[in-house]
């Protein structure tokens, strides 16, 4: 298992595959950047470097991440600095050649006042030249610390809350889409939240992260089965669009982390296609798009690696189809 920023660089290059359609445009609607994190930075230079692995790279989607925040002024305007931080960063991926962040998608605490909520949204649009649009504000919460990962809120219900629903349905109100990370256990929860708000479009990260570590770690049978009605839950909740990916991170379960290597897109293929294919079934293609969740899945495999498993993946679909799930449902949602 690699421990430095430079092993792992060594570690992913063991795995180097042909690139599968490279013609195909694609947008990557899931990445982050940070200057300092618990992962190694990661910023526009890095990120052209896994788009510029092979495959045709043409936008992307900042999600947030909690990086960069204000300091020093009121608690609430804290998250417009990673705005800031990254609209820089997309400025000067315009007219570059490289893949251009076209759509930020911000935070701010949508329990908070609608005021605030309202202000806060004002802020990020005011400072992300054209970018912004929307928020995620995740209900991850795992409360025994069981999958060993950070957790999005200490609030094991936030989901219930009357004040989170209504910045929820504020969202809808400012035409801005609602993104959220959770585990599996969210699931039901989430659901209910969808139906309870149809106005406000609501896009699920990471297929509701399954785990498959600690006390879920003997249960992916159990877990999968429970998970497939979950999802077509949530499907049936047509404010909600999925995206399909993040199913790497070493939560998950899957241990590619610390392997002797990565996994090829075969590996990536056998272990994962059935979560793709329901989500699929159950959402429709107009309704799913491939993320990458880099650079937190590249804790797991390479970049381009990745995008040679969805497209092997997506093989059996119409081209209509293929190009919704690898371009349109993300252009569409996030107005690129």
């Known amino acids: 298992m690699p421990s430095t920023e430079e092993e792992r660089a060594e570690w992913l290059e063991t795995v180097r595959e042909e690139i599968i359609e490279p013609e195909r445009r694609i947008v990557d609607p899931h990445h982050h950047m940070w200057i300092e994190s618990g992962l190694p930075r990661y910023l526009l230079e890095d990120l052209w470097r896994d788009t510029g692995s092979g495959h045709n790279i043409e936008k992307t989607v900042f999600m947030e991440c909690g990086a960069e925040y204000r300091k020093g002024g009121l608690p609430h305007e804290e998250p417009v600095g990673e705005t800031e931080f990254v609209t820089r960063a997309a400025q000067e991926s315009r007219n570059s050649g490289n893949a251009e962040i076209a759509g930020i998608v911000a935070h701010t605490d949508l329990t908070q006042d609608l005021g605030i909520v309202r202000s806060v949204c004002a802020m990020h649009e005011e400072v992300a030249d054209g970018l912004f649009r929307g928020i995620r504000?995740?209900?991850?919460?795992?409360?025994?610390?069981?999958?060993?990962?950070?957790?999005?809120?200490?609030?094991?219900?936030?989901?219930?809350?009357?004040?989170?629903?209504?910045?929820?349905?504020?969202?809808?109100?400012?035409?801005?889409?609602?993104?959220?990370?959770?585990?599996?256990?969210?699931?039901?929860?989430?659901?209910?939240?969808?139906?309870?708000?149809?106005?406000?479009?609501?896009?699920?990260?990471?297929?509701?992260?399954?785990?498959?570590?600690?006390?879920?770690?003997?249960?992916?049978?159990?877990?999968?089965?429970?998970?497939?009605?979950?999802?077509?839950?949530?499907?049936?909740?047509?404010?909600?669009?999925?995206?399909?990916?993040?199913?790497?991170?070493?939560?998950?379960?899957?241990?590619?982390?610390?392997?002797?290597?990565?996994?090829?897109?075969?590996?990536?293929?056998?272990?994962?296609?059935?979560?793709?294919?329901?989500?699929?079934?159950?959402?429709?293609?107009?309704?799913?798009?491939?993320?990458?969740?880099?650079?937190?899945?590249?804790?797991?495999?390479?970049?381009?690696?990745?995008?040679?498993?969805?497209?092997?993946?997506?093989?059996?679909?119409?081209?209509?189809?293929?190009?919704?799930?690898?371009?349109?449902?993300?252009t569409r949602v996030y107005r690129l």
């Open 137 to 330: 504000h995740g209900g991850a919460h795992d409360a025994e610390k069981v999958a060993r990962w950070g957790d999005a809120t200490s609030d094991p219900r936030l989901y219930e809350r009357k004040n989170f629903r209504e910045g929820v349905r504020e969202l809808g109100r400012l035409g801005l889409s609602y993104d959220t990370w959770h585990y599996h256990i969210q699931n039901q929860a989430y659901a209910d939240l969808a139906r309870s708000i149809p106005d406000t479009l609501m896009v699920l990260d990471h297929f509701g992260t399954p785990l498959g570590v600690g006390p879920y770690a003997d249960k992916r049978t159990e877990i999968f089965q429970n998970w497939k009605q979950d999802i077509r839950d949530i499907a049936a909740c047509e404010n909600v669009v999925a995206k399909i990916g993040g199913l790497a991170m070493p939560p998950n379960g899957f241990g590619w982390h610390r392997d002797e290597k990565p996994p090829s897109s075969d590996e990536v293929v056998r272990m994962q296609r059935d979560y793709y294919l329901h989500t699929i079934d159950s959402f429709g293609p107009d309704r799913c798009m491939f993320e990458s969740n880099f650079p937190v899945d590249k804790l797991s495999l390479s970049y381009h690696v990745y995008w040679n498993a969805m497209k092997k993946i997506a093989a059996e679909f119409s081209e209509s189809e293929k190009d919704a799930m690898f371009y349109g449902t993300a």
